[in-house]
């Protein structure tokens, strides 16, 4: 959360809502590939959707503590 206060600090306010609609998206990626495959780890996730083990990681965590998955 104070992350998201930083980041809308320091940018343009148009962009800013692109990268919450990014981000949207990747999480309802993150949560479509985990219904259809259960148990997957991080690096699996990042596999399949082309991101970096650590930005995996972080999605499904963020999904977790929003008890989204």
Do not use: N
């Not at 809502?17 to 981000?23: A, I, N, P, S, T």
């Amino acid at each position: 959360m104070a992350r998201s206060k930083q980041l809308r600090s320091v940018t343009d306010p148009e962009l800013l809502v692109l990268f919450e609609d990014w981000l949207e998206e990747l999480e309802a990626e993150v949560t479509a590939y985990l219904e259809q495959h259960p148990g997957s780890d991080a690096p699996a996730i990042a596999a399949h959707l082309g991101l970096t083990g650590r930005g995996a990681a972080f999605l499904v965590a963020k999904l977790r503590r929003e008890e989204k998955i």
